[in-house]
């Protein structure tokens, strides 16, 4: 076994990496950039040495620097984590002639497997199911066309090299085909600097369905289950679970055995996973195998109880598969939300920026429910604009997916983030959808759900009522008596000390209560109107960014930002402003005069630090909504920038090739 290896990697995947060696008791080395000298994964790993620049073409990615760190430091291994140089077949012959082991799999498995089309003669030979396409490298857009005619509309084209959803474009008119190549065509050149796409026929309302497998150097592969990530955004998963609600027992086995079949034919030694397009009926289709660790990787490992890591370390080390197929079981259901710093209310825009509030809900088990996160960052840290926008992977575990469910939102409403746009209240949206706790999904999820994009959900019912008691008593907690005070000097009847009236406006509604104090840490709650008594605890205290009580003794989990009035509830999903008045400041609210402020001038602003790829319009152009105005790149995929209303261009403020900051003005509007 080794005793130290490096991780050719950073975030939450390093610090992943680093816990499993450290409980195998393997010292680490960890490597940085400009960016990341004060990065956790620094900060856990037993060295650190520095490689140079904070982009990744100028350190993670630059091989001899990888080399060179781990001759300094006597590291025996590397394991190269996702991304990066994971799937880099170069890289791994480097390593071996200068005599240091790859965690990951042979040089060959990584060529075979890595090209898409290379992949997919191989899986034909291997007779696994494929996707009907033409395999092979498409010339231009004309050829483009003729090859969509043959194979019939709609398409998927994509990238030879792709992966996380970078230089793929869906074509369900022949007129969009020859553009969607040229767009798939820039992308897979600027992230993987290999422009080859191929085209294949697009199964339409496709879940994506992913089997993992693991190898050993001694002919031995199993593969452990099924993990359904259907819930996606422009191709890259937002949810993952394990197993999957569309499997039965037998397409299970068959989509394992195939996969299996697939791993032994190219000599595959280490953790991989093969990735599946499925039909609702349950047929299914080879459509790539990522020859590394998943992102997605913690719900296997906690339905199955393997630690695919270790395993990976193992592997590498010259050891034998210590589990058989028979061995593998399914225990449980778990599920993942990826969280990001991004801005799901303004087209999922990453973010960049320091973690004012960082408290992720406490990891551990009890009660059959364990909660996991993955994570690469702390308060008082900085998101990069450098990298993926990644912040953490909130991973639940529990006997049945229904509860798996219910543990990930509580989870997510006890995940306090202030500082950085984030898509936790999107995480949290998903997870009490309907259609998605049924398990009726698709890839098409997202974009069939929010065809508008997303927007904050109000709170309603009980779920409103819940969020104006707890605001109520943050009120009063806040500013204890001073309303009382406020109250007596406009000459309003003092209230008893056992009765306090409150009016709760909640986003657009207001609900009028009474507040009586049993204890320091209850009350009893009546709503106007209502005779229903709720009895509400909490020992909630000011300097905390997430208000944990019972009311009516069932658990209740509430995020509050109480930086400004009015605070800044989320709640099962759900998001509003709570501004806590008495009787007498909600009259007088009621005829104060509306703030007249003047209007911004109308104009296309940058969300973020991010490079001009084209513009779409010209000044005089009139554009109507939905039209594409300019196409953006930022944090390493494409996006376009649309008109959200009719509008003619007066002026345009910048060029392709332009580096934009957050805030720039890209073009205004008449």
């Known amino acids: 076994m080794f005793s130290k290896i490096l991780i050719a990697n950073r975030g939450e995947i390093a610090c992943r990496i680093i816990k499993t060696a450290r409980r195998m008791g393997i010292a680490t080395v960890a490597v940085y950039s400009d960016a990341d000298r004060h990065a956790l994964h620094v900060q856990m790993a037993d060295e650190a040495v520095h490689i140079g620049p904070a982009p990744a073409v100028e350190s993670y990615l630059v091989v001899d620097k990888i080399i060179d760190a781990c001759l300094k430091t006597g590291a025996q291994a590397v394991h190269p984590g996702y991304g990066f140089l994971s799937e880099r077949a170069s890289f791994v012959k480097a390593l071996s002639q200068a005599g240091i082991v790859f965690i990951g799999p042979n040089e060959n498995a990584i060529e075979v497997m890595g090209d898409k089309i290379a992949s997919k003669k191989f899986a034909n030979l291997a007779k696994v199911s494929t996707i009907p396409g033409y395999l092979g490298v498409i010339n231009d857009g004309d050829h483009a066309v003729q090859v969509a005619q043959e194979i019939g509309l709609p398409v998927m084209i994509k990238a030879s090299a792709g992966g996380g959803g970078k230089g793929m474009r869906i074509a369900r008119a022949i007129g969009e085909v020859a553009q969607g190549f040229e767009r798939a065509r820039s992308e897979a050149a600027a992230s993987f600097g290999d422009d080859r796409v191929f085209i294949e026929k697009f199964i339409e309302n496709p879940r994506h369905i992913e089997i993992q497998v693991l190898g050993d150097k001694h002919d031995n592969v199993v593969y452990l289950v099924e993990r359904e990530c259907s819930i996606q955004r422009r191709n890259q998963k937002v949810l993952e679970e394990a197993p999957s609600a569309l499997l039965d027992d037998n397409?299970?086995?068959?989509?394992?055995?195939?996969?299996?079949?697939?791993?032994?034919?190219?000599?595959?030694d280490s953790a991989g996973t093969v990735e599946f397009v499925c039909g609702q009926d349950k047929s299914f289709y080879f459509l790539e195998m990522n020859t590394r660790l998943q992102v997605e990787h913690p719900v296997t490992e906690l339905?199955?109880?393997?630690?695919?890591?270790?395993?990976?370390?193992?592997?590498?080390?010259?050891?034998?598969?210590?589990?058989?197929?028979?061995?593998?079981?399914?225990?449980?259901?778990?599920?993942?939300?990826?969280?990001?710093?991004?801005?799901?209310?303004?087209?999922?825009?990453?973010?960049?920026?320091?973690?004012?509030?960082?408290?992720?809900?406490?990891?551990?088990?009890?009660?059959?429910?364990?909660?996991?996160?993955?994570?690469?960052?702390?308060?008082?840290?900085?998101?990069?604009?450098?990298?993926?926008?990644?912040?953490?992977?909130?991973?639940?575990?529990?006997?049945?997916?229904?509860?798996?469910?219910?543990?990930?939102?509580?989870?997510?409403?006890?995940?306090?983030?202030?500082?950085?746009?984030?898509n936790l209240s999107f995480l949290s949206a998903l997870m009490h959808h309907p259609r998605w706790q049924s398990g009726a999904l698709s890839t098409n999820f997202i974009a069939e759900e929010y065809p508008n994009g997303y927007k904050p959900v109000a709170p309603q019912g009980d779920t409103a009522r819940r969020m104006a008691m707890a605001a109520a008593i943050m009120e009063c907690g806040i500013h204890p008596g001073e309303q009382e005070a406020n109250a007596a000097a406009a000459n309003e009847p003092a209230p008893s000390p056992s009765a306090l009236s409150r009016v709760v406006r909640l986003g657009d509604e207001a609900f009028s209560l009474t507040l009586t104090p049993v204890s320091p840490d209850t009350w009893q709650i009546q709503f106007d109107g209502d005779p229903t008594v709720h009895t509400v605890a909490s020992c909630w205290k000011t300097d905390e960014p997430v208000w944990r009580g019972t009311i009516n003794e069932q658990a209740v989990v509430i995020g509050v930002d109480i930086g400004q009035e009015p605070y800044l509830l989320s709640h099962a999903g759900t998001q509003a402003t709570a501004l806590v008045l008495t009787p007498t400041e909600n009259a007088l609210l009621a005829v104060m005069p509306a703030v007249n402020e003047e209007q911004e001038k109308r104009c296309l602003v940058c969300p973020m630090s991010a490079l001009v790829v084209s513009i779409a319009v010209k000044v005089g152009d009139q554009v109507s909504a939905g039209s594409p105005l300019c196409i953006l790149e930022a944090m390493k995929m494409e996006v376009s920038m649309d008109a959200e209303e009719d509008v003619v261009i007066s002026r345009i403020e910048v060029k392709p090739g332009d580096q934009l900051a957050s805030g720039d003005i890209i073009m205004e509007f008449a």
């Open 251 to 268: 397409t299970r086995r068959e989509m394992g055995e195939q996969a299996v079949a697939l791993a032994r034919a190219v000599n595959y």
């Open 303 to 422: 339905i199955t109880g393997v630690d695919l890591v270790e395993q990976m370390i193992r592997v590498a080390a010259g050891e034998t598969l210590s589990i058989q197929q028979d061995d593998i079981k399914i225990n449980g259901w778990a599920v993942e939300s990826r969280v990001y710093a991004e801005d799901p209310a303004n087209n999922f825009m990453p973010a960049a920026g320091r973690l004012r509030t960082y408290r992720p809900p406490a990891e551990g088990n009890a009660n059959g429910i364990t909660v996991r996160n993955d994570t690469g960052v702390y308060e008082g840290g900085e998101i990069a604009r450098f990298y993926d926008p990644m912040i953490a992977k909130l991973v639940t575990h529990a006997p049945t997916r229904a509860q798996a469910i219910h543990a990930q939102c509580e989870a997510l409403d006890a995940f306090a983030l202030e500082g950085i746009a984030n």
